[in-house]
């Protein structure tokens, strides 16, 4: 088993100096800087304003589960608060948010988070110009009051708990894959015994598995590539991010130093795989290179956010579910359901899998997987997963703004 690790390890760095290729994703010395932070409480919201040096991609949601959130992302900003540490601090919150927290992060992220002591909901976010060409941006959260315990009059009134829908509706009903081919280009990717190469039979199953998602009209399917095309991991982590997506799925095929290892495999990120995936960044180049590197509590924590606490949990019972399927159609890797710190599956909160189909260094694996009908059994498994996987949730109360 050591020698499969080592074989992975190795597919990761391999991805991982190619990303370093790519253009930085940090921002350049002409970043935008958060010059000034405020929460302040009305009616029961929250607001909290940020201003700006320049315009920036924002993004706002509330993470869920025992500790709810408010998170505002800003790409391409730093921060530099007026009279509070520049990189990562905190302060007092107010109304039902308990503290406010923020932190640049390597990836070029800056993100604010409120710490709420009840479930929340986002409400409006808006932006004012600033003379200069700086901007204010003004975003509100308030608590998510069940319907049932509301008063008739008050149901009324609390036209933001019908909210939720109307952005979900907004969103389409239909849930957002985003499937992504592993490797392309350039990055082959493992080879087989037999010729057969990691990147060929991805792009294949990738394929096979968004039209098979599709057909069912629940599901709105992005791929990261579509054809035999080189892709920095950054950009297929993004396309995850941007299309909001419910799920990731990373699909590739693996390779070890032994020949008898076969048996497909699903990872999901670890929080040590997490730590090592941003040791990874850090000395790839990923991170911003300007300044010392932040270290505190705050920036932990908020690092500790950013590696999906919700996230990982969804993502392990998705992993359990596809195995489940998978076990019908394909023989499978002992411990088959792994952690691991790949950077693809690094996306602070969309649930993402790793999906490896077998291993080309394995002979019958490799004649199996070169069977269009079995990459087909095998994406229908996958396709049947999803199907449970969503089957018993009901629509996430994320909501974005931009
Ligand atoms: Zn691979």
Same mark, same amino acid.
């Given at each position: 088993? *050591?020698? *499969?690790?080592?074989?992975?390890?190795?597919?990761?760095?391999?991805?991982?100096?190619?990303?370093?290729?790519?253009?930085?994703? #940090? $921002?350049?010395?002409?970043?935008?800087?958060? =010059?000034?932070?405020?929460?302040?409480?009305?009616?029961?919201?929250?607001?909290?304003?940020?201003?700006?040096?320049?315009?920036?991609? /924002?993004?706002?949601?509330?993470?869920?589960?025992?500790?709810?959130?408010?998170?505002?992302?800003?790409?391409?900003?730093?921060?530099?608060?007026?009279?509070?540490?520049?990189?990562?601090? #905190?302060? !007092?919150?107010?109304?039902?948010?308990?503290?406010?927290?923020?932190?640049?992060?390597?990836?070029?992220?800056?993100?604010?988070?409120?710490?709420?002591?009840?479930?929340?909901?986002?409400?409006?976010?808006?932006?004012?110009?600033?003379?200069?060409?700086?901007? /204010?941006?003004?975003?509100? *959260?308030?608590?998510?009051? !069940?319907?049932?315990?509301?008063?008739? /009059?008050?149901?009324?009134?609390?036209?933001?708990?019908?909210?939720?829908?109307?952005? =979900?509706?907004?969103?389409?009903?239909?849930?957002?894959?985003?499937?992504?081919?592993?490797?392309?280009?350039?990055? $082959?990717?493992?080879?087989?015994?037999?010729?057969?190469?990691?990147?060929?039979?991805?792009?294949?199953?990738?394929?096979?598995?968004?039209?098979?998602?599709?057909?069912?009209?629940?599901?709105?399917? *992005?791929?990261?590539?579509?054809?035999?095309?080189?892709?920095?991991?950054?950009?297929?982590?993004?396309?995850?991010?941007?299309?909001?997506?419910?799920?990731?799925?990373?699909? @590739?095929?693996?390779?070890?130093?032994?020949?008898?290892?076969?048996?497909? #495999?699903?990872?999901?990120?670890?929080?040590?795989?997490?730590?090592?995936?941003?040791?990874?960044?850090?000395?790839?180049?990923?991170?911003?290179?300007?300044?010392?590197?932040?270290?505190?509590?705050?920036?932990?924590?908020?690092?500790?956010?950013?590696?999906?606490?919700?996230?990982?949990?969804?993502?392990?019972?998705?992993?359990?579910?596809?195995?489940?399927?998978?076990?019908?159609? %394909?023989?499978?890797?002992?411990?088959? @359901?792994?952690? #691991?710190?790949?950077?693809?599956?690094?996306?602070?909160?969309? $649930?993402?899998?790793?999906?490896?189909?077998?291993?080309?260094?394995?002979?019958?694996?490799?004649?199996?997987?070169?069977?269009?009908?079995?990459?087909?059994?095998?994406?229908?498994?996958? %396709?049947?997963?999803?199907?449970? @996987?969503?089957?018993?949730?009901?629509?996430?109360?994320?909501?974005?703004?931009?």
């Amino acid at each position: 088993m *050591v020698k *499969v690790r080592r074989a992975l390890f190795a597919c990761m760095l391999a991805g991982a100096t190619l990303a370093a290729g790519a253009e930085a994703q #940090a $921002p350049g010395p002409q970043a935008a800087h958060a =010059q000034a932070i405020l929460v302040a409480e009305t009616a029961g919201a929250v607001h909290v304003t940020v201003e700006l040096s320049a315009p920036v991609t /924002r993004r706002a949601f509330v993470l869920e589960g025992d500790r709810p959130r408010f998170v505002l992302d800003l790409t391409g900003a730093r921060w530099r608060p007026r009279g509070l540490p520049p990189g990562a601090g #905190a302060g !007092p919150g107010a109304g039902f948010a308990e503290r406010f927290r923020y932190a640049d992060h390597e990836t070029g992220l800056s993100r604010l988070v409120l710490d709420l002591s009840a479930p929340g909901v986002v409400g409006e976010v808006r932006e004012e110009a600033l003379p200069g060409g700086g901007v /204010r941006l003004i975003a509100s *959260v308030r608590p998510a009051t !069940p319907a049932v315990a509301a008063p008739p /009059r008050a149901l009324a009134q609390t036209a933001p708990t019908v909210l939720a829908t109307a952005s =979900q509706d907004l969103r389409s009903s239909r849930r957002v894959i985003v499937v992504d081919a592993g490797h392309g280009g350039r990055d $082959p990717g493992a080879s087989g015994v037999n010729g057969s190469r990691e990147k060929d039979m991805t792009l294949d199953a990738a394929l096979r598995l968004r039209d098979l998602l599709e057909a069912t009209g629940r599901y709105h399917v *992005v791929l990261t590539r579509d054809a035999d095309v080189f892709l920095p991991l950054p950009e297929r982590l993004g396309m995850a991010r941007d299309n909001q997506a419910d799920l990731f799925i990373s699909v @590739h095929a693996d390779a070890s130093d032994n020949p008898a290892v076969h048996g497909a #495999a699903v990872y999901t990120i670890s929080e040590r795989g997490a730590a090592r995936g941003r040791h990874l960044a850090e000395t790839q180049n990923w991170s911003l290179t300007s300044g010392e590197p932040v270290r505190s509590e705050t920036v932990e924590d908020i690092l500790l956010d950013l590696s999906q606490r919700e996230t990982t949990h969804l993502s392990a019972s998705f992993a359990q579910t596809v195995i489940g399927e998978l076990a019908h159609v %394909t023989p499978l890797l002992r411990n088959t @359901h792994r952690e #691991a710190g790949f950077f693809v599956l690094l996306a602070p909160d969309v $649930p993402a899998i790793l999906l490896e189909l077998g291993f080309l260094t394995n002979a019958e694996d490799e004649a199996r997987l070169s069977d269009p009908r079995h990459r087909q059994r095998l994406m229908l498994a996958v %396709t049947e997963a999803i199907d449970a @996987h969503f089957a018993s949730r009901p629509a996430r109360m994320v909501l974005a703004q931009h």
